[in-house]
């Protein structure tokens, strides 16, 4: 069995000076970092100005919601990669609520986004893929999302990027649109090449302004800049880490190549593994484990990851900045989330679409103005549960049929009693529970996996056939979803491929 990373010492020099610039100024306010290691000299800061008379319209809070696609556990602090360079998160997080032990309602992006900006799960509404969209479906094209609910009662609702899977305009008072989407693509692949065009990574394009996510970040700012006559409730959504996972050099840079530690693996990982579920976590379009490892690209493919997740801090870093020196900053609630997790390698798996950890763990931190100093929360919470918190923390009222629980007791008391699981679902009657020390995952076929974190964190023993633990099953069990609503018509099963009908996530996209 291999070990899992090697010690931190053995970071390389520029690795070990980025990280001690961050720790250095990891005390200031939210937003006060920015990556600056290695790659200060093409930023430009922002000039010395008074801050701004704090703008009041009203007691409720503006709202700044920042998404991120495809982030997993590899961020500063949450541990999940000690080589994780994201000062911006890592600052964010000393004055908010860290929710440790948060997940997806479905591991992959159209019917998690669905799931959150509608209140409901997937085993309700029948959106377990790519495919139908939220206003092509039966069961959600009249659905009232979280930013019209926003509108509907006293709120400006704006946004720029991906927070619906495909759709925005008309999902808020102003959408600025997609800024490019997933960016500029090279002229070949760099990753040698396998299947879908989107599963790439290495150094592209030359500059940080050919990017979207730089593009967005600038729109998101402006909008801070302003003045409002009314609370405002803006969305910025980010398009990297997904693939490709393709940004300028200067990020790799942060992550010499020859330094880069793999992800937790064991070769047997799977041996235990029921074939349902070894089956349902293959993408149809990602590489093959044994691709990567025989064209010696994993090593490539998470330096790659890394460089993409320190980006993406970098540009959180300047939306918090802008928010910091606006006349917002002490009435506005900041929330930041990624729609899944993603597997590098984990399990014998790449991208999302499994029912494991990796794959459903997600970034979920919160920040109300009256917050001072950072907590830790490992409750096992739901991106489900942030409609009724907006509810409670804005004072809106309440929707009916959110299936999702206010967060508002944790944070107040991160240790509060909570006694609700996270449950994923991928497919009718496929679904995880996530309790504090647990995982069970049971299938359409009646196949199991249960998982002890408390000695298992990597989820590489299942124990579900073992007699000693029917109780755990057992207990576990009663939390499944009683509403298992067949795969909504129009539902596209596998993943998108190249020019077809699912492709959502192209440049042409209608955004």
Same mark, same amino acid.
């Given at each position: ?48 100005? @008074? #801050?701004?008379?704090?703008? #009041? ?59 959150? &900006? ?16 939220? !206003? ?22 704006? @946004? ?63 909008? &801070? ?49 029921? @074939? ?91 920040? !109300? ?9 490992? !409750? ?73 974190? #408390? ?22 069990? !009663?939390? &499944? ?27 042409? @996209?209608?955004?």
């Amino acid at each position: 069995m291999k070990q899992r990373f090697a010690t931190q010492t053995d970071l390389p020099l520029p690795m070990r000076m980025a990280m001690l610039m961050w720790l250095i100024t990891g005390l200031a306010s939210i937003g006060d970092v920015s990556v600056r290691a290695r790659c200060a000299a093409d930023d430009t800061d922002a000039p010395s100005a @008074a #801050r701004p008379e704090p703008q #009041r319209p009203e007691s409720r809070p503006n709202v700044l919601m920042i998404a991120v696609d495809d982030l997993n556990d590899w961020v500063g602090c949450l541990g999940g990669h000690p080589q994780s360079v994201t000062p911006n998160l890592d600052a964010f997080a000393q004055r908010s609520v860290v929710f440790t032990n948060a997940h997806c309602q479905a591991p992959i992006c159209n019917p998690s986004r669905i799931s959150l &900006l509608t209140g409901t799960r997937p085993s309700t509404t029948g959106v377990y893929y790519l495919g139908p969209l939220l !206003r092509q479906c039966d069961s959600t094209k009249d659905a009232v999302t979280l930013p019209q609910h926003f509108a509907r009662h006293g709120y400006h609702t704006m @946004a720029a990027g991906k927070i619906f899977h495909v759709e925005g305009k008309g999902e808020f008072d102003l959408y600025a649109g997609n800024m490019g989407g997933m960016g500029p693509r090279p002229p070949k692949p760099i990753s040698g090449g396998h299947s879908h065009p989107l599963w790439d990574w290495g150094a592209f394009p030359d500059g940080d302004e050919l990017m979207p996510d730089t593009k967005i970040a600038a729109w998101a700012s402006e909008q &801070l800049a302003k003045s409002y006559d009314q609370p405002f409730f803006l969305a910025c959504g980010f398009y990297r880490p997904h693939v490709p996972m393709t940004v300028p050099h200067k990020w790799f840079d942060l992550h010499p190549l020859d330094q880069v530690q793999l992800p937790a693996y064991t070769e047997t990982d799977l041996d235990d593994v029921p @074939a349902y579920g070894q089956d349902l976590s293959y993408s149809a379009v990602a590489p093959r484990h044994s691709w990567i490892v025989e064209h010696d690209e994993w090593r490539h493919a998470v330096q790659s990851y890394l460089a993409s997740v320190s980006f993406v801090d970098a540009q959180v870093g300047k939306v918090l900045d802008a928010l910091r020196t606006s006349a917002h900053a002490d009435n506005t609630m900041v929330v930041i989330w990624s729609d899944h997790g993603l597997h590098l390698g984990t399990k014998q798996r790449w991208g999302k679409r499994s029912l494991w950890e990796d794959s459903t763990r997600v970034v979920l931190m919160m920040h !109300r103005p009256e917050d001072t100093v950072g907590t830790k929360c490992n !409750r096992p919470v739901e991106l489900l549960d942030l409609f009724p918190t907006f509810n409670d923390l804005c004072q809106l009222p309440p929707v009916t049929g959110l299936e999702g629980r206010s967060l508002t007791p944790l944070l107040d008391d991160a240790n509060a009693a909570w006694p609700w699981p996270a449950i994923t679902s991928f497919g009718q009657q496929n679904h995880a529970v996530r309790t504090q020390n647990w995982r069970y995952i049971r299938y359409v076929d009646g196949s199991e996996e249960l998982y002890d974190h #408390r000695v298992d964190p990597h989820e590489w023993t299942n124990l579900a056939a073992r007699p000693e633990y029917r109780g755990v099953v057992r207990e576990h069990r !009663r939390w &499944l979803p009683q509403v298992n609503q067949p795969m909504a018509p129009g539902s596209v099963h596998a993943d998108a491929r190249p020019g077809s009908a699912a492709d959502i996530d192209s440049d042409d @996209a209608a955004q």
